[in-house]
């Protein structure tokens, strides 16, 4: 098992140094910690791209927070289910929440639910609040 890091942050202006510490302090080594300064909805980063290249079965990827790995929860429960198809867990150092086992799969589906539910929300609204410009119903 080797360990990787991943850190983001959302400006080209914001450090990332409090996350590099923490990944450090985690075991990983320097030439494994990837990094981006960019926003965490985007899923075309540079730094999360070379990381997918790294990683191998048996591998674990450290983030220091859930949100640090990206801002839409579809394209986060993407990003999990498509490390664990490959054998490699996430643990977020944080929020205390792994992919790894049993729990880690029940995790992932957790996320999954919310993520369909955050979806249907919006196309609830979307569908069924009323326009304020189309007056009283």
């Known amino acids: 098992m080797r360990l990787f890091g991943y850190a983001r942050v959302s400006t080209s202006q914001q450090s990332l140094d409090g996350q590099v510490k923490a990944l450090k302090e985690a075991g990983v080594k320097t030439n494994r910690i ?8 985007h899923v075309n980063r540079d730094g999360l791209h070379s ?12 983030v220091k927070k859930l949100d640090r790995l990206g801002r839409d929860t ?8 498509e ?10 150092l944080d929020d205390s929440i792994s992919t790894e086992g049993t729990m880690g799969k029940m995790v ?9 539910a955050e979806r249907q929300r919006i196309l609830e609204r979307g569908y069924f609040c009323p326009s304020p410009r189309k007056g009283k119903n």
Do not use: H, P
Not at 34 to 41: E, L, Q, R
Not at 51 to 62: A, H, P, Q
């Open 83 to 92: 490390f664990d198809s490959i054998g490699v867990a996430i643990r977020f």
């Open 34 to 41: 990837f990094t981006d300064k960019v926003s965490g909805s």
């Open 51 to 62: 990381l997918r290249v790294k990683v191998e079965e048996g591998d674990v990827i450290l």
């Open 108 to 116: 992932v589906t957790i996320l999954s639910a919310v993520a369909q």
């Open 74 to 81: 579809a394209d986060m429960i993407a990003l999990i289910k």
